[in-house]
């Protein structure tokens, strides 16, 4: 991570902050902090809590409309109404939040960062985690986990590399068991990153970006080149779309522990 970003996290519980600090750049995020310490990081380039909890199946869309909504009302936090429901357990929402608080670090900090900026507001009708996370700690796992991806054989960027299969990746879906593995090698188009997947998976970034470093090793995955300008072939011309606007794009288990080491917050 930036030095300059780092050095203003892991300060931040002395100034006892509540607020938002801002990270402009690619893919950029933001870090929410109460009383100094984080409740929540988020970024374009990772799955946030709500992601991973919804596509884990543990709360479905409707429900979690309906918690929102009443939480925006009653200006309840949303973690604990979902606990105060039994919706999810405290311990295993606090390892969502905590595992996405985690990816929209490691995201940051793999991108480009051009600068940032303090709110000072409080992350109402947010999920936020139940449990406010150390800054310091937050730092130092996610420098981790960025090394770590760096230093695999075949290093590649989460965000901009492309992945395909290769003949023996496509060959292996006949002997791969179910799993992330095979849902990553199925979903290996040539066209999606590795941020991309996490996000159709409704998976961390940081262990789906474990999984592909391992798939390009063993040659069953490979990063593929852009095309060309000139290699590109013309884009067909349509007719315009009739007057009344243009059609609506609607938009579309997370594995925490696999990912998260033992102490992931103050007071676990």
Known sequence: ????????????????????????????????????AIVEVVSPGAPGAETLLLRSGRVGDADWASVTRFCATERRPVAGELVARAWVGAAELQLICVAAALDGALAVGMGRIDGFRLERETPDGRLTALQAIEPEWLVR????????????????????????????????????????RREILLRANGRRSARDIAFLLGRSLYAVAVEVSRLLEEGLLDAVAPARPQDAPARPVRPAPPEGGLPRRLPGASGITDVLPLRPAAGL
Do not use: N, W, Y
């Not at 801002?22 to 109460?34: E, I, M, N, Q, T």
């Open 141 to 180: 796992e996610a420098e981790r986990r960025i090394r770590a991806l760096a230093s695999r054989r075949r290093p590649f960027s989460p965000f901009r590399t492309r992945l395909g299969r290769t003949d023996a990746g496509t060959a292996s879906l006949d002997t791969t068991a179910p799993g992330e």
């Open 1 to 36: 991570m930036g030095l300059e970003l780092a050095r203003t996290l892991s300060t931040a519980p002395l100034d006892r902050i509540s607020g938002t600090l801002l990270v402009a750049g690619d893919p950029g995020g933001s870090f929410h902090f109460r009383d100094g």
